[in-house]
């Protein structure tokens, strides 16, 4: 397995960092080197923030941003009116859209977008719209890039100290694991 590298856009208070730092332990219980960083400006609620996860089969010796990623997973759809998700995303990479419009109602038919709504997933099952964790579900479906038990693993660990966050959390991943495969064909 080649070095593979993840972009997560989202929101400031959106939970992308905890997003790719719950991949990152995913991707190790799987046995797996990784690393997770974040990359913002301003730290302020609601200002775009974008988060990395980088997953090899071997030790990873970069230490730079994120410039052309394999994936890029967009945790809130309306960050599309401003930046540029699909930026270097190569024609082999996937980009997966929290939204419940098609790749070409958002403009994305050039590339290999996968849309799913998980806010409404969320929303249904934690009762707030919390997607960051949820869409790693979608994600490890449609990439393979980590196992659903391993997911599980991590958010456990993550959220050990957190109550029912886990469970809720696990339950929302299963639920996108299995409606992304069908996204994914």
């Known amino acids: 397995m080649?070095?593979?590298?993840?972009?997560?856009?989202?929101?400031?208070?959106?939970?992308?960092?905890?997003?790719?730092q719950v991949l990152a332990i995913a991707a190790f219980h799987d046995g797996k080197y990784t690393q997770a960083f974040p990359?913002?400006?301003?730290?302020?609620?609601?200002?775009?923030?974008?988060s990395y996860t980088r997953i090899s089969e071997n030790p990873i010796n970069?230490?730079?941003?994120?410039?052309?990623?394999?994936?890029?997973?967009?945790?809130?759809?309306?960050?599309?009116?401003?930046?540029?998700?699909?930026?270097g995303v190569g024609k082999d990479g996937m980009?997966?859209?929290?939204?419940?419009?098609?790749p070409k109602e958002l403009g994305l038919e050039k590339f290999n977008a996968k849309t799913i709504d998980i806010t409404e997933v969320a929303l249904k099952v934690i009762g707030k719209p919390f997607v960051n964790i949820a869409a790693l579900g979608a994600f490890a479906a449609m990439s393979e890039e980590v196992s659903l038990g391993a997911l599980n693993k991590a958010i456990e660990e993550?959220?050990?100290a957190k109550g029912r966050v886990s469970d809720l959390n696990k339950e929302a991943c299963k639920i996108l694991f299995e409606k992304a495969k069908e996204v994914k064909g």
């Open 2 to 20: 080649p070095l593979r590298e993840i972009r997560f856009h989202g929101r400031g208070g959106q939970g992308a960092v905890t997003s790719s």
């Open 39 to 50: 990359n913002f400006g301003v730290e302020r609620t609601g200002a775009p923030v974008e």
């Open 62 to 87: 970069v230490r730079q941003h994120v410039y052309t990623p394999d994936y890029a997973i967009v945790l809130d759809p309306s960050l599309m009116a401003n930046i540029d998700v699909a930026k």
């Open 95 to 102: 980009i997966l859209v929290n939204s419940n419009k098609s």
């Open 158 to 160: 993550k959220f050990a």
